[in-house]
Structure formats: structure tokens, C-alpha cells
């Protein structure tokens, strides 16, 4: 297998917007809200957080929501919205890729293309997305084994794009209070299996305010080359999401609570 240690020993580093995902002494922070829902609140949050240096943000252009009925984001304005923000505010930006028929307007303005966990093993997807020069960030699928993700990931560069990420996102289990659980030994398992950077979403694991500041701590603490977490300006009032989104003032004070736990396993953001 190409994304294997056993085929390639040294880790992939993925540069973007000068972080270094993957690099052991980095920790990449992407950050921004769930769904991009408009240029005010994009500007905003983008606005707050480069001032805390975050470099890459997200905010979902296309959604995929469970229920058909609640909000799908805004599409192609979606887009052209972070990545004005994004460019104001010298960022680099993380969208979704939600349809094959949407990669030629995705790639045009992201700088990372995501698939969510709904799409980890939509196979043309994955194979189209092998034919791009983007960085792709792969989360792990609801109930996709370990194994799966990284046969997932085999597909996108075993169709020409080595650059994957992969992101531990939390799987379905009998668990309730957590919408899912999060499986953070996939972080030192992937790094002995992989040569790929793996980084962890503790905002969709959880669904729950106050575990994604513990969470993110312990994936620092296990190894995670990232983190992405969801901040809306006005978490009470966003269209999805709502439960967990922080606010800027409480991400930036948990920024301020990692260091510590950054510098404890040799690692700065
Ligand atoms: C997201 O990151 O916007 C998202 C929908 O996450 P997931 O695919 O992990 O559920
Ligand atoms: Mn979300």
C-alpha cells in the first residue's frame, strides 16, 4: 500500500499556508465555522481568529445534513464567501466536496478539499479527487474501520494525489450522550501503520461544548499532527451545528490553555 510506513518511512508533510501538517513539531489549527451562512459572519470569524494566528479556515459551503429539510449551506456563494474572507485575512481555506459534479468549483477556491465522513468511501469521488494538486483533508466514516480509512485514502493516491490528511472524527457506537466516540487510538496506530498526517475533529466526535477543550487536549497529548474545531461568532443562532460551535473568546482562551500540553509532547502552533 502506497500510504503504508511500510512502502515510505518518513512522514508526509503537507505544507499550506506555511503550517506544516504532519510535521513533528507542529501542531496545525483549522478552524471557522460549521457552515459558511454569510459574509458577515465569515468575515468575522475569520477576522478573530487570524489574530490568534490561526492560518486555515474551514466553513462547509455544501452540507451534508441528515435531514433533507434543515439548511444545505449556500453552494457556490458559499465559496466565493470564505475565500474572500480567507484572502482578506491571509488564510488559507477548508470546504467540503460534497459531489464529483462540484470538484472543478471546490478546487477553484479551497486550498483543502475536505470529504466528509458521509463520502469516505464514495470510490468515484475519491478517485476524481486523485487527480487533483489540492491537499485532501479525509475524515473518517461513522463506522469505517481503521482499515477502511486508510484503503480509502489508498484510492486518492493511488490515482496520482499523495497529499491526504486524514482526520479521526469519532465513530458510531451504542454511546448517546456523545453524538459519536471519539477513537483516539487511531492516532498512534495510524502513525505506526502511516506515513500520512492524521489530525482530529473533536468538535463533530463530541457534539458538546465542553469536551472539545479536553478532547483536543488529549489528541495533542496522543500525537495528533492537527486539530480542526468549529467557531461561529454567534453559536446559539447558527443553522447547524448550534450544540457545539465555540465562540471566538472561548477558542482563543483554549488556544492559550494547549500550549502547554503542545509543549509537553515538543510541539508549537
Ligand atoms: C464537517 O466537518 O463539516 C462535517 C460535516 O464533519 P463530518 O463529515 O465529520 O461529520
Ligand atoms: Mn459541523
Redesign the pocket.
Known amino acids: 500500500m502506497l500510504v503504508s510506513t511500510e512502502t515510505k518511512k518518513e512522514p508526509t508533510i503537507i505544507e499550506v499556508n506555511g503550517i506544516r501538517i504532519g510535521d513533528k513539531n507542529q501542531i496545525a489549527i483549522i478552524a471557522g465555522p460549521?457552515a459558511i451562512e454569510s459574509e458577515e459572519l465569515m468575515d468575522e470569524v475569520a477576522s478573530k481568529l487570524s489574530t490568534m494566528g490561526v492560518k486555515i479556515l474551514r466553513g462547509g459551503a455544501f452540507k451534508p445534513r441528515t435531514d433533507p429539510y434543515s439548511f444545505q449551506g449556500l453552494g457556490k456563494e458559499g465559496l466565493e464567501i470564505i475565500r474572500n474572507s480567507a484572502d482578506k485575512y491571509g488564510m488559507a481555506v477548508a470546504t467540503e466536496i460534497l459531489d464529483v459534479r462540484d470538484i472543478e468549483l471546490v478546487e477553484q477556491k479551497a486550498d483543502i478539499l475536505q470529504v466528509g465522513a458521509r463520502n469516505m468511501q464514495n470510490f468515484g469521488l475519491l478517485k476524481e479527487l486523485g487527480a487533483i494538486k489540492k491537499p485532501i483533508l479525509l475524515k473518517r466514516g461513522l463506522s469505517a474501520t481503521i482499515e477502511e480509512l486508510l484503503l480509502a485514502a489508498e484510492y486518492i493516491v493511488s490515482h496520482g494525489n499523495p497529499e491526504v490528511i486524514l482526520c479521526e472524527r469519532g465513530i458510531r457506537t451504542f454511546e448517546k450522550e456523545t453524538r459519536s466516540t471519539l477513537a483516539l487510538a487511531t492516532v498512534p496506530l495510524i502513525k505506526e501503520l502511516s506515513h500520512l498526517p492524521i489530525i482530529v475533529d473533536p468538535?463533530?466526535a463530541t457534539d458538546k461544548k465542553s469536551l472539545i477543550e479536553p478532547m483536543t487536549k488529549a489528541a495533542i497529548a496522543c500525537g495528533a499532527d492537527g486539530v480542526i474545531i468549529?467557531v461561529h461568532a454567534n453559536p446559539e443562532k447558527a443553522l447547524?451545528?448550534a450544540q457545539q460551535q465555540l465562540k471566538p473568546e472561548e477558542f482563543k482562551q483554549m488556544l492559550e490553555n494547549l500550549k502547554p500540553i503542545a509543549n509537553a509532547v515538543g510541539k508549537t502552533f
Do not use: G, Q, V
Open positions: 460549521c468538535s463533530h468549529e447547524s451545528d
